[in-house]
């Protein structure tokens, strides 16, 4: 079935398989060496930090604001808004243990957080897009017109680019 929200359905369905990939991440502690974790820490903090903030900014500038006109409320995408203040703050930690991975092996400690930040973030990750797909872009494919939906794709394609320059700048 193609819809008018297709091009984000794609962008979600290209972004799934890193999402499965912090879930891997996590399940490596305990399993693996030092350095396969720390490889994979760092893919999961690339991911997070490079591809999917950039892409929660663009939707909190181009289509939370398209959502929250058609159910007529600004405070209609607020909890989808404190999912992604949520990323965040996961991020953040995930950056400070990533930076204290400097000896051979993981203290108990360091095992416990990683896992609780990577399964935490896991999680929210996935019903946070689980209520994008089942939720926003029904309502959007029912009211955006093909006009629409490009000038909406176009914004959300500006934001992320203006997202990950402020990424790399910072």
């Known amino acids: 079935m193609n819809t008018l929200t297709q091009p984000l359905r794609d962008e979600h369905k290209d972004l799934f398989p890193h999402v499965d990939r912090i879930r891997q991440a996590a399940e490596l502690i305990g399993e693996a060496s030092i350095a396969e974790i720390r490889r994979g820490v760092d893919e999961v903090y690339d991911f997070l930090a490079n591809h999917l903030k950039p892409h929660a900014e663009a939707e909190e500038a181009a289509l939370y604001p398209v959502v929250q006109k058609f159910l007529g409320s600004p405070d209609a995408t607020k909890t989808m808004t404190r999912d992604h203040v949520e990323v965040g703050f996961y991020i953040e930690e995930l950056a400070s243990l990533r930076n204290a991975l400097v000896g051979e092996v993981l203290t108990i400690a360091q095992s416990k957080s990683l896992q609780r930040v990577l399964y935490g973030v896991y999680g929210l990750v996935k019903v946070h897009f689980a209520k994008e797909e089942e939720?926003?872009?029904?309502?959007?494919?029912?009211?955006?017109?093909?006009?629409?939906?490009?000038?909406?794709f176009e914004a959300m394609e500006v934001a992320a680019h203006e997202a990950k320059l402020a990424a790399h700048t910072h």
Request: charged share 20%.
């Open 135 to 152: 939720v926003y872009l029904p309502i959007l494919d029912q009211r955006l017109t093909p006009e629409s939906a490009q000038k909406m």
